[in-house]
């Protein structure tokens, strides 16, 4: 016999267990479904955990500037500050970027060659400007999510593991959810916070797709000769093909890849890893020693880049909270606090809604 539940939520991620936290906090009764053996296995687990105002674009902005205060009196961020850098003859580029920004009320420091190597020992000289940003912070991402999974479990939300979602029948009263292992559950209202796979779940809703992508990010954690300095900010470059970061004494690099890939246990390429490497030493004079570890997530997005939140256009007992891209830990708090007030029919919201309804693509 399957269990009642106000909302059953498809996907224990960062999303989902962001969004399950805030439901339970008004009294719904709750189910949680993650088909892994625990949450957060494929993209939560696997962040490059930083918040910077900045990244995912001027739309992303309003969501990631409204989850700071949450964040920082979480005691979830420690100061790390964001160095955007560019290349002699990129000046007005890098320009336009940091006014854009200034402009949405995000602080931006312009820095010339010499405050760059304060910051950066070791840097090329074809690299001549800056734009830092003071305020970016590193994320305690595992005790974020762990917190978020606490609270949702204080307000008597259930979890279910290994609970593949593989079929949503549509009934009078919502929606008879069947898991992989044969487990049923009966809900009013239907999440989909599945990540890599919200597409899939779509379907096995009867749901039309919005055609989301999962792209494959690769980061390294490598040792250097110098170490970098622990007082490091994250190196960001202008045109997007690296990011680093001080972790611990080693150094955390990316390519900055966005590689299209079926939903999936990715993992990280040698060629993936052997270009960031390449890329890092056009930019450091740093010998690189060792690769001590590897890896790759999943970052999801829609069409447009922007995160999907909202019921669907044809269906008001389905509701998207996906495509969060390579945001969604940073943003956790706000996009939260947008859904539960659409989902409970508030009117307070963190920021607009609108861009990020998902009746754009109809």
């Known amino acids: 016999m399957s269990e009642r539940f106000d909302i059953i939520i498809a996907g224990a991620g960062m999303a989902g267990a962001s969004l399950a936290a805030g439901l339970t906090a008004t009294g719904a009764k709750v189910l949680l479904l993650e088909a892994e053996d625990r949450p957060g296995y494929h993209s939560t687990g696997r962040s490059a955990a930083f918040w910077t105002e900045s990244y995912g674009g001027p739309a992303v902005q309003p969501l990631t500037t409204a989850s700071g205060p949450a964040l920082r009196d979480g005691g979830y961020l420690s100061e790390r500050g ?51 940003e003071p305020d970016c912070s590193d994320i305690d991402v595992a005790r974020l999510h762990q917190d978020y999974l606490a609270a949702a479990r204080q307000g008597s939300a259930d979890l279910w593991t290994r609970a593949r979602l593989t079929r949503a029948e549509r009934e009078s009263a919502g929606w008879l959810v069947t898991c992989e292992d044969g487990r049923q559950a009966r809900g009013g209202l239907l999440v989909n916070a599945a990540g890599a796979w919200a597409d899939e779940v779509a379907e096995r809703a009867g749901i039309s797709k919005l055609g989301f992508t999962p792209m494959l990010r690769t980061i390294a954690q490598i040792r250097t000769a110098p170490p970098p300095p622990e007082d490091l900010p994250l190196v960001l470059d202008l045109g997007e ?17 966005e590689v299209p890939v079926a939903p999936c246990d990715v993992a990280a390429e040698e060629l993936a890893v052997a270009e960031a490497i390449d890329r890092l030493q056009k930019v450091v004079n740093w010998q690189v020693e060792r690769v001590e570890h590897k ?57 607009d809604p609108a ?3 998902p009746g754009r693509f109809s």
């Open 355 to 357: 861009p990020y309804r």
């Open 241 to 257: 093909k690296f990011y680093f970061k001080p972790e611990a004494g080693r150094l955390w690099l990316s390519p900055h890849d």
């Open 82 to 132: 964001a160095l955007t850098i560019a290349r002699s003859g990129e000046e007005a580029q890098l320009e336009r970027f940091a006014a854009e920004f200034e402009a949405l009320g995000v602080r931006v420091e312009r820095l010339g060659r010499d405050a760059l190597l304060q910051r950066i020992p070791g840097l090329h000289e074809d690299w001549t400007a800056g734009a830092l």
């Open 295 to 351: 890896w790759a997530g999943l970052r999801t997005f829609a069409p447009d880049r922007l995160p999907v939140y909202g019921f669907d256009s044809r269906e008001d007992r389905f509701f998207w909270f996906a495509g969060q891209g390579g945001f969604g830990i940073q943003t956790a708090p706000a996009a939260a606090a947008l859904a539960t007030a659409l989902v409970t029919g508030s009117d307070h919201f963190p920021v």
